[in-house]
């Protein structure tokens, strides 16, 4: 497996405002992405994140709100723009490590929006 | 489309008692299936995984799941459950490289 740590933890944020959670592991991985859980609910893929390209979004999410970055093989970064209390969830990365089909998660960021 | 279904939201068990959690999927092609574990306030851990092979899979902390392609089930079970056990789990089937969910199963633990 590997070691995958999220910064921060847990934020409480002001409707409007932006946060940035980033994501970081210690071996090098094939993939990486980003999961949004609300509350009560399953989780649900937001984007791949590529290494040196644009992030690949599912339906119903977008570049604008959700931009991402992954700058290198073992870091990403997401960020929540224009925050509404909607947005309130705990955001998860996941890394595909290399010659495994098992992703592995983060422990999570926790956001409240208020 | 892809889907997976946990029929069952929340299950209490006594400790000590088996547990079977079902999880049925809707996939075209040979599936890779998972089951994860979320504690409270935790990311999710890897419980299991089948790929192919032998369909009665062993996980991490005495859990155990059975693929049965007739059925498109693969039910996550324990012969006697912890009060530590009590967390939400999660059913997946992976999509490409992505992975679909199901909606989750809560497991209560009476002591």
């Known amino acids: 497996s590997a070691v995958i740590s999220q910064k921060p933890s847990r934020d409480i944020c002001q409707r409007g405002t932006s946060l940035t959670i980033q994501c970081q592991v210690d071996?090098?991985?094939?993939?990486m992405f980003w999961y949004r859980q609300q509350p009560g609910q399953s989780l649900t893929l937001i984007a791949t994140?590529?290494?040196?390209?644009?992030?690949?979004?599912e339906s119903g999410f977008v570049i604008d709100k959700f931009p991402i970055s992954r700058p290198n093989l073992t870091f990403s970064t997401l960020t929540v723009s224009n925050m509404s209390p909607e947005d309130s969830s705990i955001y998860l990365c996941s890394v595909l490590l290399a010659g495994t089909d098992t992703q592995y998660f983060g422990p999570g960021t926790r956001l409240t929006v208020l | 489309a892809q889907s997976v279904t946990q029929p069952d939201i929340h299950i209490t068990v006594s400790e000590g008692a088996s547990l079977e959690l079902r999880c049925n999927y809707s996939y075209g092609a040979t599936p890779y299936l998972f089951w994860y574990v979320q504690s409270p306030g935790q990311g999710l851990q890897l419980l299991l995984k089948?790929?192919?092979?032998?369909?009665l899979v062993q996980g991490i902390k005495g859990f155990e799941a059975e693929f049965k392609r007739s059925q498109s089930s693969f039910n996550l079970r324990k012969p006697s459950v912890h009060w530590s056990d009590a967390a939400e789990y999660f059913c997946?089937?992976?999509?490409?490289?992505?992975?679909?969910f199901g909606a989750g199963t809560i497991l209560r633990v009476k002591s």
């Open positions: 997946a089937v992976t999509y490409g490289n992505k992975l679909v």
């Open positions: 071996s090098q991985v094939t993939m």
């Open positions: 994140a590529n290494q040196g390209s644009e992030a690949t979004y």
């Open positions: 089948y790929f192919s092979g032998d369909t």
